[in-house]
Nanobody, 121 residues
Framework: QVQLVESGGGLVPPGGSLRLSCTASGFTLDYNAIVWFRQAPGKEPEGVSCLGNSDGSTYFADSVTGRFTASRDNANNTVYLQMDSLKPEDTAVYFC??????????????WGQGTQVTVSS
């Protein structure tokens, strides 16, 4: 059974940092492209990052480019989203899912329960 579990969310002041984790079970993450997407209250979901599989490519939305990075820990079947210089508009529930391709993630077929990120002073 494919399962994704996000963790690492919390409350941080503007300018702060958080690292989100996405741990998989039931499949091997390093063979799959992983998307991070977020949904703020009253807004449509937004794709934040797509971390490619074997080609190592990474896509980031314009809204987070230069502030967010994504990485894999294949030994622990985990993908990370490092979020720096956080802004109030980054406040949302963050989900990881699979698959994705560049900026396209509408084919995502599995995702986790999400983790809340709140950026506020």
């Amino acid at each position: 059974q494919v399962q994704l579990v996000e963790s690492g969310g919390g409350l941080v002041p503007p300018g702060g940092s958080l690292r989100l984790s996405c741990t998989a079970s039931g499949f091997t993450l390093d063979y799959n492209a992983i998307v991070w997407f977020r949904q703020a209250p009253g807004k449509e979901p937004e794709g934040v990052s797509c971390l490619g599989n074997s080609d190592g490519s990474t896509y980031f939305a314009d809204s987070v480019t230069g502030r967010f990075t994504a990485s894999r820990d294949n030994a622990n079947n985990t993908v990370y989203l490092q979020m720096d210089s956080l802004k109030p508009e980054d406040t949302a529930v963050y989900f990881c899912g699979t698959p994705c391709h560049g900026s396209s993630w509408d084919v995502v077929s599995a995702w986790g329960q999400g983790t809340q990120v709140t950026v506020s002073s």
